[in-house]
């Protein structure tokens, strides 16, 4: 399979490096208007540079890395070449757009994956044997400021990878959002919270920063009988939960208390299942491949990323009209 990266980045070389680790996957060619980050980027992988899509060679799938600004129209390009994407998050740069791109590629055979990498985060894919049905999440996504990705407000930047997991975990509609956000250091958002309310009763309140002293990127979970931790940048996750004592695992579980119930006596346990120590961009990556050759479903799709970006811009207009 031919791989070509357009945008040569942060994300973009990132991406350049781990396709070298595919099976069956040759890089080809790397896309940039910067001829001397091209050229770098594309030597450092054995691969051509092309100043632009039009310009590049055949291929069968493309990594969009672009800046956001420029995502739609790339798409548009690639599409019309018959590639396959896997297009960086978020996958434009407005909902309209987004929309429109849904349009267009469901007149194609091709395959469309957004890239909302904490899907494939250690932390969460060692939940897969749990049941998720929160009722209340709290989610603190925190970053140091850095000058790239300014482009686009925090929300589109950060809180729209929590946006994503929400959606995905709830798999429930957003139907209220109160939020508030100020901006400190750039034109956009630099700091936000949003308090999410879904159709299915779960509540959720959601904090991003770009301004923040620490990083932190956490995910607290509140459900019936159960309370999970998720730190995404440890890759660690924790559950206590209320169990029959019947179910105690000696091995597994560590017995916190005991406490009595109408459904008779139940016990605390503390639950810190193993992570899976993968890199989640790579993983995403065997993803898109695996989706092209057939043999899964896509990852994220088109309209998972589509639908990130219509509550990222309604928490947008809250906070402008504010």
């Known amino acids: 399979m031919r791989i070509s990266v357009i945008g040569t980045g942060h994300l973009g070389s990132i991406h350049a490096k781990l396709w070298k680790q595919q099976d069956d996957v040759e890089l080809v ?36 890395a ?41 007149a194609t055979d091709r395959i469309i994956q957004v890239g909302h990498v904490e899907r494939f985060n250690p932390a969460l894919r060692s939940l897969q044997g749990f049941t998720l049905e929160p009722l209340f ?42 939020a508030t956000g100020v901006s400190v250091l750039t034109h956009t958002t630099d700091i936000c919270n949003a308090r999410l ?20 990127r956490k995910l607290r979970l509140f459900q019936r009988d159960g309370y999970i931790s998720v730190d995404m940048a440890t890759g660690n996750a924790e ?19 005991q406490i009595a119930t109408e459904h008779g006596d139940k016990v605390i346990v503390h639950d810190a299942p193993t992570p899976v120590q993968v890199n989640a961009i790579l993983e995403e990556q065997r993803a898109f491949v695996e989706s092209i050759r057939g043999g899964r479903d896509v990852a994220v799709t088109l309209h998972d990323g589509a639908e990130a970006v219509r509550i990222a811009e309604w928490i947008d207009r809250i906070i402008t009209h504010q």
Not at 75 to 101: N, S
Not at 197 to 216: L, Y
């Open 66 to 106: 672009a800046p956001t600004s420029v995502h739609y129209d790339v798409a548009l390009q690639c599409l019309d070449r018959g590639f396959h994407c896997f297009i960086e998050k978020p996958v434009t740069a407005t909902y309209e757009q987004a929309k429109a791109l849904v349009d267009r590629a469901s």
């Open 137 to 178: 999440i709290e989610a603190h996504r925190l970053a140091q400021f850095k000058p790239r990705a300014i482009d686009v407000s925090v929300i589109h930047d950060l809180m729209i990878h929590d946006i994503d997991l929400l959606l995905w975990m709830t798999k429930s509609q957003i139907v209220g959002i109160q």
């Open 197 to 216: 309310s879904f159709a299915n009763g779960c509540v959720a309140n959601v904090t991003a920063s770009r301004i923040s002293a620490k990083p932190m």
């Open 239 to 257: 559950l206590y939960r209320l169990i029959d004592m019947s179910m105690i695992d000696p091995d597994r579980h560590t017995p916190l208390g």
């Open 29 to 64: 060619a790397i896309v940039d208007p910067n001829e001397l980050q091209g050229i770098t980027v594309a030597n450092q992988h054995g691969a051509t540079w092309y100043s632009d899509v039009a310009a590049m060679p055949e291929v069968d799938a493309v990594v969009i």
